[in-house]
């Protein structure tokens, strides 16, 4: 009863140029829908492909299935280009944004499907079906219809019968969007396990970013069918190199600054008239000018105006006040723009109300500076 | 434009199953459908001494015979439509909407008319209103009552096809988003008024539908205006009697052309200006069950008008019976067998040839629909949407037009076809597969694509995922298909009159021609035996559908909390 054997096959994906352009709905022109994409997933890896609606991810995922043929470039599975081999022959699996089960075939049979098409020896079909139901805790089930379970059962069995083929790699299209919150956290994590110890390479699509953050070994950040940044989850979310992957990885305030100087590492900026020093200056340069200073919300934090002004970068009046329990969020005003702020365990400092007059610290230590953009580059 | 033509050029090439399904799907059509409707046009444009001109066409057509034929049915047709509409609604209404009593019963009353064999109604008016009628002579005393013409038409074909608008009306009816006439009831209107403002334009679509195809029936129809016409001229019988009666091909043709031209105005209207315009709310969500009207002001009227209408289907369909078991209607009622008798021995053959030849097209016809449905849903190829036009349209061609364009297209070489099998299976495949297609796809828009790319992509070929898993799921589809191509082609009358044989007589041409000769009883009684064969047909194929899938519930899609 060994969990490796389902994972004999898995092998490494590399998207090289890979290029789809599709004809526009008015059909006068061509949209890029992917756009020269060049991504390695490592054997045993879980990348995620995050983006907003549109960005060409799912046309990404459903290129490496087959269903989609790529304009240019390649795919390769393992080492070996998979542009000829139609989808049914790729050795790949697929969990589907509907689950896709097949309605008028029990739960064992949807399972020992793909196993049955391949015209295995029936002990064989018989063994692996049961070892993947049982691995999915299905066993009890195995005779009832999908329209007879409940979802996260579904999303379940989707699960086996994409597993129990023993994929050379794993392929999912937004799996958890059609459950309800707190089974789509449940169901994630145990996604995450499954993967980890099956170590099935995996490509998982989604536009949700804390399921990106929760699942993946790297995610990879999509936008017009580019890819804006590839990294790990703290990676993207410290580390953002753009204004697009700022604010699209979870919130974001920016404020435009002058720079002074660069010091070795740090940079000096200019904040109304203020100096502050930011310890990493990135890839901002001494002649850049202006610069775009990305900070958290729970980056920023409130103070009454009593206190030491000279050290305060920013003041402004609180337009609105949102309590969580947890978090405290802040609508503030101020001479360079609105702010989000957010203040975590907000009960072991003061609250403020909304119209009060406030000062707002930065943490410069977590703060990042971004070379300034254009707006087409967003 | 030009790189997605050539992708999915490059789909075919690389999936030889689909290119010969396509391929052959393609021929079929051309030679069943494109090159008898070219005949026919070719043919009304062509002097004698072979020559293209329009002006002879256009000469024949200003002359009173055909101008007559014409208006005749266009009246026929809008007069049957709107009283079939009305009646359909009336019927719709009251079983989606309003909570009475023997709704089954309506039901069935109201699917009678659709399986049931062609002159049947004819035939009733006949006994109950004829010379001899039952009401006219017996009752009213009326010796020389004239039931030829128009009025017994209207009547017959009213009957006849307002179960076609019952279940356009119960579609759109049933679709009705019921939150909009909640919406309307809680701002305060009461329950007339939102019948007038919310619920009458909402199902104008579905009304004006019905009333198109139930016009395009009548147009269409044969049977009916073949035996109780009287001097009232319709098209499709001037048609007929124009080729068989004064072998004028090029004055058939004519007519032929002069049918089909409002019939696929219709029906292009139809399909392609009123289905952009349904007011239709399809969300995905269950809709919880409408509340039904209890009022007993709505109620009883409501139900003592389809109480009327079935017991007049009743009247009718009961007359037939009785007809068929006594000596000689009008004369002599008393009971005999003989007529059964007369069907089980010289009708005997021409019943069987009926029975053989609609159970050999009825699968072709019914695996025709699935594969085109499939094909037009689920792939991308070139040519796909005139694949899809082309295959619905015999939907719209009168079965007259289809007969002499048969007759034109197959009587020479290189296809010496007419009054063979082969051509009648043919005939009968071809133009009873669009309800199959039509199932096919309305149930293949409600499956979810992914289905079958999760079979794709767990290893099955395009062939095993037909065959496993979309077939499976288009049971119910496929069985409605076979069933409707079943008795159409046990029913048809205009397509085969033209391509019947010695060989290959048919029983509704054997009936017909006991029309012809005054056997009212013989025909009852043929029509009667016409019936039991149809209603063990429908359970046979029920039985075999059975087979044919493994069980189990089936629903669409895969999820049920899908957004």
């Known amino acids: 009863m060994s969990e490796r054997d389902f994972s004999a096959r898995s092998s490494n994906v590399t998207l090289i140029d890979l290029t789809k352009r599709f004809r526009s709905l008015d059909g006068s022109g061509e949209v890029l829908a992917v756009d020269d994409v060049n991504l390695e997933v490592k054997t045993g890896e879980l990348v995620t492909i995050l983006g907003p609606s549109g960005c060409g991810k799912t046309t990404t995922l459903r290129m490496i299935a087959g269903f989609e043929y790529p304009t240019s ?20 699996s697929m969990v589907f944004q509907s689950y896709a089960l097949f309605p008028h075939l029990s739960i064992y049979e949807n399972v020992a499907y793909g196993l049955r098409v391949q015209k295995l020896p029936a002990s064989e079909i018989r063994e692996r079906t049961e070892r993947a139901l049982d691995l999915m805790q299905l066993t009890t089930m195995a ?9 996260g059962q579904q999303q379940r069995i989707a699960l086996a019968r994409a597993i129990v083929i023993e994929p050379s790699v794993l392929l999912f299209d937004e799996p958890l969007s059609n459950l309800d919150a707190k089974l789509r956290e449940y169901m994630r994590d145990e996604l995450r396990k499954l993967q980890k110890r099956l170590g099935i390479t995996s490509l998982y699509v989604t536009h949700d970013q804390s399921e990106a953050m929760a699942i993946s070994d790297r995610v990879v950040i999509m936008k017009e069918g580019r890819i804006r940044q590839v990294g790990t989850p703290r990676e993207i979310y410290a580390f953002p190199q753009s204004r697009f992957v700022a604010d699209f990885m979870g919130k974001a305030n920016f404020l435009e600054v002058e720079v ?36 958290r919300p729970e980056a920023l934090r409130l103070i009454s105006l009593s206190n030491a002004e000279n050290e305060i970068p920013l003041r402004g009046c609180i337009d609105r006040f949102t309590y969580f329990g947890n978090i405290a969020r802040y609508e503030v005003s101020t001479e360079n723009g609105p702010l989000l702020i957010e203040s975590y365990n907000p009960e072991a400092s003061s609250i403020f109300e909304e119209g009060d007059n406030v000062g707002v610290i930065i943490d410069f230590e977590s703060v990042r500076l971004l070379p300034p953009e254009n707006k087409e580059q967003q | 434009m030009r790189e997605n033509t050539r992708l999915s050029v490059a789909h075919l090439v690389r999936d030889p199953v689909l290119l010969f399904l396509v391929i052959l799907v393609f021929v079929g059509l051309f030679l069943f459908i ?7 046009f070719a043919y009304s444009v062509t002097t004698n001494d072979g020559r293209l001109s329009f002006q002879a066409a256009w000469d024949m057509l200003r002359s009173r015979s055909y101008l007559a034929p014409l208006k005749n049915s266009m009246l026929l047709g809008i007069t049957t439509g709107i009283l079939a509409t009305i009646i359909g609604y009336v019927f719709a209404y009251a079983l989606t909407r309003v909570d009475m009593p023997l709704k089954r019963f309506f039901k069935a009353i109201a699917t009678i008319p659709i399986i049931s064999p062609p002159f049947i109604l004819s035939l009733s008016m006949i006994f109950l209103f004829g010379r001899n009628g039952l009401i006219t002579r017996r009752l009213l005393g009326i010796e020389d009552a004239n039931v030829y013409g128009m009025h017994s038409l209207v009547v017959v074909q009213t009957i006849s096809f307002f179960p076609i608008a019952y279940l356009t009306l119960t579609g759109t009816l049933s679709k009705l988003n019921p939150a909009v006439e909640d919406a309307a009831l809680n701002l305060g209107a009461s329950k007339a008024r939102i019948f007038r403002t919310v619920t009458l334009p909402l199902s104008v679509p579905g009304i004006l539908s019905s009333f198109l195809l139930v016009f395009i029936q009548s147009m269409e129809d044969f049977s009916n205006p073949a035996v109780i016409s009287g001097s009232f001229s319709t098209l499709a019988v001037e048609a007929y009697r124009t080729i068989t009666g004064m072998y004028d091909m090029r004055g058939g043709s004519l ?10 105005i219709a029906f292009l209207l139809q399909k392609y200006w009123l289905s952009g315009k349904s007011f239709v709310t399809v969300t995905g969500k269950p809709t919880i069950s409408q509340q039904q009207s209890k009022d007993p002001k709505l109620v009883w009227p409501l139900f003592a008008l389809c109480m009327l209408i079935s017991l007049v289907i009743l009247l009718f369909y009961g007359t037939v019976l009785v007809g068929a078991f006594v000596k000689v209607w009008g004369i002599n009622f008393s009971f005999t067998w003989a007529h059964f008798k007369y069907v089980m021995t010289l009708g005997w053959i021409p019943l069987r040839n009926s029975v053989v030849l609609a159970l050999a097209s009825t699968p072709i016809a019914g695996l025709l629909g699935m594969i085109i449905a499939f094909l037009v849903v689920r792939k991308e190829f070139p040519g796909r949407r005139a694949m899809e036009f082309i295959s619905m349209l015999t939907f719209a061609v009168p079965g007259t037009v289809v007969g002499i364009g048969y007759i034109l297209a197959f009587n020479d070489k290189p296809f010496m076809w007419t009054g063979s099998a082969f051509l009648l299976i043919m005939a009968f495949a071809f133009r009873n597969m669009p309800v199959g297609i039509e199932a096919g796809t309305s149930t293949l828009l409600q499956i979810d694509r992914s289905i079958e790319e999760a079979s794709t992509i767990l290893g099955a070929t395009g062939a095993v995922t037909f065959r496993r898993i979309s077939l499976p799921m288009l049971k119910q589809a496929f069985f409605s298909g076979l069933v409707y191509s079943f008795v159409r082609a046990m029913t048809a009358v205009s397509t085969v009159i033209f391509l019947i044989s010695p060989r290959w007589n048919l029983a509704t041409i054997s009936i017909f021609s006991l029309f012809e000769s005054s056997k009212y009883s013989d025909a009852a009684a043929y029509i009667i035996v016409m019936i039991l064969f149809i209603i063990v047909a429908i359970g046979v194929l029920n039985l075999l559908v059975g087979l044919m899938g493994r069980g189990g519930p089936s629903t669409s899609g895969g999820s049920s909390e899908r957004a």
Request: charged fraction near 20%; proline fraction near 9%.
């Open chain 2, 255 to 264: 007519m032929a052309l002069l049918l089909l031209i409002p019939t696929l």
């Open chain 1, 73 to 92: 470039g390649s795919i390769l599975i393992g080492d070996k280009d998979v542009a000829k081999i139609p989808p049914n022959k790729r050795g790949l």
């Open chain 2, 34 to 40: 494109i090159l008898p409707l070219g005949k026919i």
């Open chain 1, 143 to 151: 005779k009832r219809y999908p329209s007879q379970v409940s979802g």
């Open chain 1, 260 to 295: 002074l100087g660069i010091d070795g590492e740090s940079a000096r900026i200019d904040i109304g008239g203020k100096a502050f020093i930011v310890p990493r200056a990135g890839k901002v340069r001494p002649n850049s000018g202006s610069a775009l200073l990305v900070v």
